[in-house]
């Protein structure tokens, strides 16, 4: 059998009489076991575990690693523990980034925690949770969605900055609706910062009415499900909830979706898909606008032509209507009047040869019936008048009456 190397690179050899089997203290056993799992393990490695027991010793967290079958013991040390972005509770899903510490001494072997995030099963149970929790409140509602303002003057976005996300949106921003003003509101977006957040949603909404905010967007660019897990606080959604005007979320890709997500009244992909759907596109306005402008033309123009034809109209009708042509028109239906007057004139029968007979008091004799043997008539002629006597009456054939 090889011999082991202890502390201080002694050779361990065994003594005689014992076959062969090195002889050990208990520290250079220890030893040889450190210096066995230093040489043979990676300095560093991920771990999936359930955290249980955790508990703080003198700004130590201390806690126990868990899965099915086996458990280890975990430390995070005081000066780690103040750079992680979320401290572990009992039953939390975690992936640790960690290394062996093995003490020599009592021979104890713990995982030094470096880093430590949520599993992305312990975020998907959170939400689950806190999606029953809100469901009950009535904060998914469809009915509380509010539309977005179509051209808005001011918008706020909460994202972290500087970052790639908010320099995408307010590139956007500029190329789309360069009119529309940006208020950029920095806030963490990763780890145990949900209380930041709220507090800085909450000054914002404070002050959106005196400061014309028509609209807030709330952003944060790719990353893990895990790294995600601070947008699906329940604190979190109810402050949305309460928000004066319409939220907009655009955070992680396509396929995350987080409590904030179902509280906004939109939900976009990403952060840049969040300022598409907030903001109008010139281009596309410009085009419309000139489409408006051609068709206010051709009314315009149609109600021109409309309004000539009717002015034509009124013109000839009013030159139809002076008094000049008016009085002509009178004098030419008086001369018709006159002249037919004239032609059933009483004169104008007796310029024919025709003659009235008028009885003694003055009558005029439309019959025979009217007249008397030997009785005095007047004969009225065109040119004068003469008195003669009725010497005899010849009835002549009685004419047929209107009614047989």
């Not at 806030?187 to 800085?200: F, K, L």
């Amino acid at each position: 059998m090889p011999a082991l190397r202890a502390t201080g690179d002694r050779t361990l050899t065994a003594p005689p009489g014992t076959n062969g089997l090195p002889r050990y203290s208990v520290s250079d056993l220890n030893a040889a076991l450190g210096g066995l799992i230093e040489r043979g393990f990676a300095p560093r490695f991920l771990l999936e575990a359930t955290v249980s027991r955790p508990q703080l010793k003198k700004g130590h967290l201390w806690m126990t690693l868990v899965d099915e079958q086996a458990s280890i013991s975990a430390v995070v040390w005081a000066s780690q523990r103040q750079k992680l972005t979320v401290e572990p509770a009992e039953g939390d899903g975690v992936v640790v980034v960690g290394k062996l510490n093995f003490w020599a001494a009592r021979a104890s072997l713990c995982v030094q925690v470096l880093d430590l995030r949520p599993s992305l099963s312990s975020v998907m149970r959170r939400f689950e949770r806190v999606y029953g929790e809100l469901v009950a409140e009535g904060l998914f509602e469809a009915s509380r969605k509010r539309a977005l303002p179509q051209a808005p003057g001011r918008i706020a976005l909460l994202t972290s900055a500087p970052s790639s996300a908010l320099a995408d949106m307010l590139r956007t921003a500029a190329e789309r609706w360069p009119a529309t003003r940006v208020l950029v509101v920095p806030i963490p977006v990763q780890g145990a910062v949900e209380a930041q957040i709220c507090g800085a949603l909450q000054g914002l909404f404070s002050r959106c009415r005196s400061e014309g905010i028509e609209a807030v967007v709330l952003a944060r660019g790719g990353g893990s499900r895990e790294d995600l897990a601070v947008f699906d606080g329940a604190e979190l959604a109810r402050v949305l909830a309460q928000a004066p005007v319409p939220v907009v979320s655009g955070i992680g890709h396509e396929d995350d979706t987080t409590i904030a997500d179902l509280v906004a009244d939109y939900r976009a992909a990403t952060p840049t898909a969040a300022l598409v759907a907030l903001l109008p596109e010139r281009e596309a306005v410009r085009h419309g606008l000139q489409q408006t402008r051609r068709h206010l033309m051709q009314l315009v123009a149609l109600r021109l032509q409309s309004e000539r034809q009717q002015l034509g109209r009124f013109q000839e009708r009013l030159r139809q209507l002076q008094p000049h042509d008016l009085l002509l028109q009178r004098r030419q239906s008086l001369e018709q009047a006159r002249a037919l007057l004239r032609a059933l004139s009483p004169e104008q029968v007796l310029q024919r040869g025709f003659a009235l007979i008028r009885s003694p008091d003055g009558q005029v004799v439309r019959s025979v019936a009217a007249l008397q043997p030997e009785g005095l008539v007047s004969l009225v002629l065109a040119d004068g008048q003469a008195e003669a006597r009725v010497r005899e009456i010849q009835p002549g054939p009685t004419r047929p009456s209107a009614e047989s």
